[in-house]
Nanobody, 133 residues
Framework: EVQLVESGGGLVQAGGSLGLSCAASGFTSDHYGIGWFRQAPGKGREGVGCISRSDGSTYYADVVKGRFTISSDNAKNTVYLQMNSLKPEDTAVYYC??????????????????????????WGQGTQVTVSS
C-alpha cells in the first residue's frame, strides 16, 4: 500500500523560509513522480511543482519559480520542498502526491508547467503553512 506522509508545516514571517518533507512508502521502484500542491482557504488546489523520482528532473509553477526548490533523498524515499522568500499568499495547506508515470508529473503548454490533479493517484494528508505579514 502506497502511503505519503507530509511534515514540516508551521508559521513563518513573510520573507522567511520553511521546509516540508514527504515520506513515501509502498513503492516497488523509483519509477514515479512526486508533486507538491497547495490549497488556500476558499480556493482550488493548485500545483507548485514536481519531481521525477526516476531521473530527478524538477518542474515548477511560475508563481514559485526561483523561491521554491524540490529535491529528493532516494535512500530515505523522501522528497523535500524548500520554500524561501515566503509571502502571505503562500499560506495554504500543502500536499504531496504521487503519479505512477513520472513524465506525467507535469504538462508543458505555452511555456508554462501545469500539474494536473487527476494524474496523481496517491495523496498525503496535508500540512498547514501560514505566512504572516
Amino acid at each position: 500500500e502506497v502511503q505519503l506522509v507530509e511534515s514540516g508545516g508551521g508559521l513563518v514571517q513573510a520573507g522567511g523560509s520553511l521546509g516540508l518533507s514527504c515520506a513515501a512508502s509502498g513503492f516497488t521502484s523509483d519509477h514515479y513522480g512526486i508533486g507538491w500542491f497547495r490549497q488556500a482557504p476558499g480556493k482550488g488546489r493548485e500545483g507548485v511543482g514536481c519531481i521525477s523520482r526516476s531521473d530527478g528532473s524538477t518542474y515548477y509553477a511560475d508563481v514559485v519559480k526561483g523561491r521554491f526548490t524540490i529535491s529528493s533523498d532516494n535512500a530515505k524515499n523522501t522528497v523535500y520542498l524548500q520554500m524561501n522568500s515566503l509571502k502571505p499568499e503562500d499560506t495554504a495547506v500543502y500536499y504531496c502526491a504521487a503519479v505512477v508515470t513520472p513524465h506525467l508529473c507535469n504538462t508543458y503548454l505555452g511555456g508554462t508547467y501545469y500539474f494536473l490533479l487527476h494524474e496523481y493517484t496517491y495523496w498525503g494528508q496535508g500540512t498547514q503553512v501560514t505566512v504572516s505579514s
